[in-house]
């Protein structure tokens, strides 16, 4: 690994070979180690068909195709199939996961969660016969060689039912040898006093899970892992446990070298298997086959190109923190053409067995269970060359069972059903010789853990990907670095620009500094006019200009929505109805015998018809019940009653001469369509000068709004961040350059990256989120390069997470420190907290306790605000409907770019969420679940 003062490359000049000695630390795939069976000049056609520099196969199928039915590649690929099938052994074989399932009792789990000496703030004081050494404590002697953490749980409990026989596990830990995060094992816990476990009708057959990667460990390696937990239970209690122990999972491997993913076109011999998919599935040149269902824990067979799968598996890693996208890195590096050239072609095959949902696999069987890689059986490469070109387009773009089988059954026919025509078989028995002897090892490791080994580390892959990372950091860096002149900015005489601002990066600052120049140019104050989102922000930007003394008569400061009812009183005058009285009034508009009254709450009713109402706005023809199938479809059953109680409203306050915000904007833009239509809008007093606050959560109305403004000379100034976009489900368009240039033909656009709010470890957590949201949005760049790793504390129930922050709470206001954000995704959660706040106010006085409605808001209310101390409920610890996930990752920023200097997360161990959109939704992985472990400090 290279030392902190070594020189920063120049990236300018890198050549791949020189990276080589980094990205690919194993060498398991270099031409030389296989140059007895390789054929350099095919190998080299066959690497030319992916590309380096976005990791993935070319998009050009004529180009695939030429190499796939090349007679000569075809005989060559057939030869090494051939030998592959033919030549399984022990030598290139391997159990590739396991995971076992063991029942311990509740003294052992005591044994191994106990944490009372991290609890205490002096051990010393916690009496002797008290002192319980968990599975975290590592005995002298063995440490320099293991370290054990309690981490957080991750996708564990994802998909977890109350009425599953599996266990809810509460704790997991983790295992790494040689300071290598590449070499691990995970022991998860699930406490039987939980009450998730307790509930159960029927105990779960386990409720400890052990699983490992035993290709990344040696025999000796997992024996000497195993030991930290015999360590902790006691050796004669570990035999007990393994006696009992279960088989739940065993992934079974093998590579074929010099053989590519290409001309492998899969089959499950024997049985029909219904459900398959390949990856990409868009009808791209396919780079992964699964035979069988991969969801739900269900057995199948996975076949896909080994060496593409390595280099991405390394380059994420070397780049996991630097949120750069390698094709952008790729392109500064020499001859990155050759990064597949140099390494054989190498398909690999794997049978992933899940043993839990059958008859349960005791342990003690593990040699003798059947390895399956048999069941797998392929198509001859030189048969498919042969196929009409259309036939073998089809199939390099979609692999799954039914095409592949539909393939067979053509070239049965052709070659007369004699099936080593056109197929290649593994040999059963052979198979099982194969493995015997790995799964024998594998056993004795497992059944006799050893205190000490003799034996050398390993190649370190952590220190590899380190190295990678110092090569790459540079570049990266330079390549998020975006920031913008703000003098630029400010001078700038575009008519139309638009300024991406990341958060912290003075989005508010450039728009004063603007206004503030344009005034001191001689552009009159009446020209100018500032539109903000909220109420609140309109207020702020109020109170900037003011302290500018810039704050002059004419100049209109407030909302888009203000804004335009200006405009209309003056036409036609109407009271304004603020969204809490407009709900109010939806509820009395329902029709009195609705079946909804039957389902939902009035109150809940109204607030999704607002909702509808507010989405409706983007369309000339309302179409409510298309309105009502994207913004709240478990009403479409509804949708009469739900066109009723909108007709009621629209009367009401059309006979009461009342308008609601939605109609600020809809009545705006009608207005201004009869005027152009009518030819009188020259008679209209347009401002010169029209800046638009937090433009991501602008909709095509207000767009077609300001479209009129600037075909009559107006310009337009927008900021916002594409990334803290909140409002799709009220219809705000996909905001970038490009649409603005659609609607006004041109845009100047700048970037602010410089985040003055947030310490480093909050603004990188910050930035991986970001660059999930979308690759290529730009970075924040690090100001205040100090600070502590956000925390990350994991709870089974909210009221736990809620304690934990009234705890937390009470010990800042002892210091004084009252600069503090609470927020929740939902109003249900929002309303919990401030019932704990209420209780924790009443110890204090009002000067020392803030306002309550200052501290706890939801993620949307927290946009713009920020706090020294800023805590992030996490939305699952109740199964709500959420929007899609990149809906979600943009309200997760928001709510974790809040915290100036301490950013703390309480997630729910669920693991999962329900994302999507009401057209389709799914269960997945949660945002909080899957947030980097590299980037927090978790909290026990």
């Not at 199948?300 to 598996?313: A, C, G, Q, R, S």
């Not at 069972?401 to 026919?413: S, Y």
Request: include cysteine; aromatic fraction near 10%; glycine fraction near 4%.
């Amino acid at each position: 690994m290279p030392s902190k003062d070594k020189s920063t490359p120049d990236m300018s000049n890198f050549a791949v070979f020189e990276f080589n000695k980094t990205i690919y630390p194993s060498k398991i795939f270099a031409v030389d180690k296989h140059s007895n069976k390789l054929d350099l000049r095919h190998n080299s056609s066959i690497a030319a068909l992916t590309d380096p520099r976005w990791l993935a196969y070319t998009q050009i199928k004529e180009k695939a195709l030429s190499v796939i039915q090349d007679p000569d590649i075809a005989k060559y690929q057939d030869r090494l199939l051939k030998e592959a099938i033919a030549g399984i052994s022990a030598n290139g074989v391997d159990i590739d996961y396991i995971e076992i399932g063991l029942d311990l009792t509740l003294t052992a789990i005591n044994k191994l969660i106990s944490d009372n000496l991290n609890k205490a703030s002096d051990p010393n004081t916690v009496p002797p016969e008290a002192k319980i050494d968990n599975i975290t404590e590592v005995k002298v002697g063995r440490g320099t060689r293991l370290k054990v953490e309690k981490v957080k749980l991750g996708t564990k409990n994802s998909f977890y039912k109350r009425n599953d026989k599996k266990p809810y596990f509460t704790h997991k830990f983790r295992l790494t040898v040689d300071n290598d995060s590449y070499r691990f094992m995970d022991i998860y816990i699930a406490n039987p006093l939980e009450k998730r476990n307790q509930q159960k009708k029927q105990k779960a057959a386990y409720n400890c899970v052990i699983e490992f990667i035993p290709t990344r460990l040696t025999p000796a390696l997992i024996s000497f892992m195993l030991y930290q937990f015999v360590s902790t239970i006691e050796r004669r209690r570990y035999e007990q446990l393994l006696s009992k122990a279960l088989l739940l999972r065993m992934d079974t491997g093998y590579i074929m070298h010099g053989l590519s993913q290409l001309f492998c076109f899969p089959l499950r011999a024997k049985n029909k298997v219904r459900v398959s998919e390949c990856f990409p599935g868009n009808k791209s040149i396919v780079e992964t086959t699964y035979i069988g269902e991969r969801k739900k824990s269900k057995s199948h067979d996975i076949v896909y190109d080994k060496v593409l799968k390595e280099f991405k598996f390394f380059i994420q890693r070397a780049l996991s923190d630097l949120n750069c996208d390698f094709s952008k890195i790729a392109d500064h590096i020499d001859d990155i053409d050759q990064l597949f050239s140099m390494n054989a072609a190498s398909a690999r095959l794997e049978v992933r067995q899940f043993f839990k949902r059958k008859e349960p696999i005791p342990l003690d069987f593990l040699e003798q269970v059947d390895p399956k890689i048999h069941r797998v059986m392929f198509l001859r490469p030189k048969a498919v060359a042969e196929l009409d070109k259309d036939q073998v387009v089809s199939l390099i773009g979609d692999k799954t069972a039914g095409e592949v089988q539909a393939v067979r059954r053509l070239m049965a026919k052709h070659f007369k059903c004699k099936s080593n025509k056109y197929l290649y078989k593994f040999d059963e028995a052979q198979v099982i010789v194969a493995f015997q002897s790995k799964l024998k090892k594998l056993k004795e490791a497992l059944y006799n853990p050893v205190k000490l080994i003799k034996d050398e580390p390993l190649g370190n892959y952590q220190e590899a990907t380190l190295e990678a990372k110092h090569y790459l950091a540079p570049l990266a860096k330079k390549l998020r670095n975006k920031q913008s002149s703000k003098t630029e900015i400010v001078k700038s005489e575009g008519r139309c620009i638009y300024v991406e601002g990341t958060p912290g990066s003075g989005k508010t600052d450039i728009i004063v500094e603007r206004v503030k120049h344009l005034i001191k140019t001689g552009k009159a104050p009446s020209s100018i006019c500032v539109l903000a989102f909220t109420n609140d922000a309109a207020n702020e930007f109020a109170g900037r200009l003011e302290e500018a003394k810039l704050l002059k008569d004419g100049i209109f400061v407030g909302t888009f929505s203000s804004w335009c009812n200006r405009f209309l009183n003056n036409i036609d005058p109407a009271t304004v109805l603020a969204m809490p009285e407009s709900i109010e009034i939806i509820e009395d508009c329902i029709p009195k015998k609705s079946k909804l009254l039957k389902h939902f709450e009035k109150q809940d009713i109204a607030r999704y018809t607002y909702s509808i109402l507010s989405y409706s706005v983007n369309f000339d023809d309302k179409d409510y019940e298309k309105c009502i199938e994207k913004t709240a479809t478990m009403l479409s059953p509804f949708s009469s009653d739900i066109k009723k109680t909108i007709k009621a409203y629209v009367t009401w306050k059309r006979k009461n001469a009342k308008r609601d915000f939605n109609d600020m904007l809809s009545q705006m833009d009608n207005r201004l369509k009869q005027f152009k239509k009518d030819g009188r809008l020259d008679s209209l007093s347009i401002p010169e000068y029209v800046f638009l606050d937090e433009a991501q959560d602008t909709n095509e109305t207000q767009l077609r709004i300001l479209k009129v403004l600037s075909s009559k000379g107006c310009n337009l100034f927008f900021v916002g961040d594409p990334a803290q976009s909140m409002y799709g489900f009220r219809g705000a368009a996909k905001f970038s350059k490009k649409l603005l240039e659609d609607y006004f033909g041109y845009c100047e656009d700048y970037y602010l990256v410089k985040n003055h709010r947030s310490k480093a470890p909050i603004v990188n957590l910050a930035n991986n989120l970001r660059f999930q949201i979308n690759k290529n949005y730009s970075q924040s760049l690090v100001v205040h390069k100090d600070g502590l790793l956000p925390r990350f504390a994991e709870f089974i129930d909210i009221k736990d997470g809620i304690s934990y922050v009234m705890s937390d709470l009470e010990k800042l206001l002892e210091n004084g420190e009252s600069s503090v954000l609470i927020l929740c995704r939902y109003n249900t959660h929002v309303k919990s907290v401030k019932k704990a706040l209420e209780q924790l106010k009443s110890k204090y006085s009002v000067s020392v306790f803030p306002e309550i409605e200052d501290v706890c808001m939801t993620y949307h209310k927290s946009k713009g605000k920020q706090a020294e101390h800023c805590y992030v409920f996490d939305p699952t610890f109740h199964n709500y409907s959420l929007g899609t996930v990149k809906e979600e990752l943009c309200n997760t920023y928001v709510a974790f770019t809040r915290a100036k200097t301490h950013l703390t997360i309480i997630a729910s161990k669920a693991g999962h969420a329900m994302y999507g959109t009401t057209h389709k939704k799914e269960v997945s992985k949660s945002i909080f679940a899957k947030l980097s472990e590299e980037l927090m400090q978790f909290k026990s």
